[in-house]
């Protein structure tokens, strides 16, 4: 009976509530986007714990590859950079991608030094992107491109929803569910 909103979080229960940004969508149009620009053999790189959200993401990866006509190649590693790095550098040991999206910028920023380590060029040999454009992503080098979580702009909606709730002011019809724009900040990792 208590009023919630999930923030960032997407909640596969009509009735919950939720604010956050499209991540199968930004996921598809990112590895659309990627595809156009020539590049076939990309990565989806995601951790081995279950999230709602990384699934949503490794979702429109797919979706976009197998539409290309690609093999999709999803990684799962730990989520965790001191465990990530030894799995970075077995799946570096003798392929890389030429593009690898990965879920979260800490995890990009750590694949990106793994591949350094491995004299991998970013972005000439290999572009990363992140999820979210958090400070890891200016302090990276090169800079992450990142498909943005715009988190002002979701926790203002989540209150605003939360307050409606709270004050049973909902319109009939209204959705539990938005969806805020997101856009993609274009930095150095990629071409």
């Given at each position: 009976?208590?009023?919630?909103?999930?923030?960032?979080?997407?909640?596969?229960?009509?009735?919950?509530?939720?604010?956050?940004?499209?991540?199968?969508?930004?996921?598809?149009?990112?590895?659309?986007?990627m595809?156009?620009?020539?590049?076939?053999?990309?990565?989806m790189?995601t951790t081995?714990?279950?999230?709602?959200?990384?699934?949503?993401?490794?979702?429109?990866?797919v979706?976009?590859?197998?539409?290309?006509g690609?093999?999709p190649?999803?990684?799962?590693?730990?989520?965790?950079?001191?465990?990530?790095e030894?799995?970075?550098?077995?799946?570096?040991?003798?392929?890389?991608?030429?593009?690898?999206?990965?879920?979260?910028?800490?995890?990009?920023?750590?694949f990106?030094n793994?591949?350094?380590?491995?004299?991998?060029?970013?972005?000439?040999?290999?572009?990363?992107?992140?999820?979210?454009?958090?400070?890891?992503?200016e302090?990276?080098?090169?800079?992450?491109?990142?498909?943005?979580?715009?988190i002002?702009?979701?926790?203002?909606?989540?209150?605003d929803?939360?307050?409606?709730?709270?004050?049973?002011?909902?319109?009939?019809?209204?959705?539990?569910?938005?969806?805020?724009?997101?856009?993609?900040?274009?930095r150095?990792?990629?071409?």
């Open positions: 009976s208590i009023p919630v909103v999930l923030t960032n979080i997407v909640c596969g229960d009509p009735d919950i509530p939720y604010v956050s940004i499209d991540y199968y969508k930004a996921a598809y149009e990112m590895t659309k986007e595809i156009k620009r020539g590049n076939k053999n990309i990565w790189i081995v714990r279950k999230y709602v959200v990384n699934d949503l993401k490794v979702s429109g990866y979706k976009a590859m197998e539409e290309a690609l093999e190649c999803v990684k799962h590693v730990p989520g965790k950079t001191e465990l990530n030894p799995a970075y550098e077995e799946a570096l040991k003798n392929d890389h991608p030429d593009v690898a999206i990965v879920v979260r910028d800490s995890m990009a920023v750590s990106i793994v591949a350094r380590l491995q004299h991998i060029h970013i972005p000439d040999e290999m572009q990363v992107i992140g999820f979210q454009n958090t400070r890891y992503s302090l990276s080098r090169p800079k992450l491109t990142c498909i943005n979580t715009p002002y702009e979701i926790g203002e909606k989540s209150m929803l939360l307050t409606k709730l709270m004050e049973q002011t909902l319109e009939e019809g209204e959705d539990l569910h938005e969806n805020i724009p997101y856009e993609v900040i274009w150095d990792s990629t071409k």
